[in-house]
T-cell receptor
Framework: GIQVEQSPPDLILQEGANSTLRCNFS?????LQWFHQNPWGQLINLFY???GTKQNGRLSATTVATERYSLLYISSSQTTDSGVYFC?????????????FGKGTKLSVIP | KAGVTQTPRYLIKTRGQQVTLSCSPI?????VSWYQQTPGQGLQFLFE???????NKGNFPGRFSGRQFSNSRSEMNVSTLELGDSALYLC????????????FGPGTRLTVT
């Protein structure tokens, strides 16, 4: 099956700093999503981005499908950005819409 | 539109018991998937249902089963609970005929003692 690797596993930032989270995947994908898991466990949709670049406020994401990676940028980080960020891809070859997740990047933003 | 809802939110069961979790998808979404999250294994796919049919199943024992009703609501059942079944169970819905972006519910946190 498809493999998803996220880096770095842990990231500590001072409030106001910028960061880049990376997601590498082992095969071509039809869907790539970025999620933020809140302290209560819910996965919050950030981006649906199988290719190209999208921006939403202080967050933006870029997926280069031909090179099998995606980047999530967080600018001017705030303490509320803390949490775990997951990248997940769909391998349509599995015949369904099964998401394969990376292990996540745990972000801690300190005041 | 209301989001994905899951009930119950928290559950404590004893080893050997069985449990049923429920998921109501976003209105109009016909695909429902289930995932298990544990500290050791991360987020793992359990199964996916579309129009009451199981389309795919992850690598879990037969104690884990599910079903989907005609209104797209889904249930998953775990029989003969083991301590290792303690986890956060997440449900996601999508509308494949429109796009395959998946939306998650708040999860059910199951503790097996």
């Amino acid at each position: 099956g498809i493999q998803v690797e996220q880096s770095p596993p842990d990231l500590i930032l001072q409030e106001g700093a910028n960061s880049t989270l990376r997601c590498n995947f082992s095969d071509s994908v039809n869907n790539l999503q970025w999620f933020h898991q809140n302290p209560w466990g819910q996965l919050i949709n950030l981006f649906y981005i199988p290719s190209g670049t999208k921006q939403n406020g202080r967050l933006s994401a870029t997926t280069v499908a031909t090179e099998r990676y995606s980047l999530l940028y967080i600018s001017s980080s705030q303490t509320t950005d803390s949490g775990v960020y997951f990248c997940a891809v769909v391998d349509r070859g599995a015949g369904s819409y099964q998401l394969t997740f990376g292990k996540g990047t745990k972000l801690s933003v300190i005041p | 539109k209301a989001g994905v809802t899951q009930t119950p939110r928290y559950l404590i069961k004893t080893r050997g018991q069985q449990v049923t979790l429920s998921c109501s998808p976003i209105s109009g979404h016909r695909s429902v998937s289930w995932y298990q999250q544990t500290p050791g294994q991360g987020l793992q796919f359990l199964f996916e249902y579309f129009s009451e049919t199981q389309r795919n199943k992850g690598n879990f024992p037969g104690r884990f089963s599910g079903r989907q009703f005609s209104n797209s609501r889904s249930e998953m059942n775990v029989s003969t609970l083991e301590l290792g079944d303690s986890a956060l169970y997440l449900c996601a819905s999508s509308a494949p005929d429109i796009g395959d972006e998946q939306y998650f519910g708040p999860g059910t946190r199951l503790t097996v003692t």
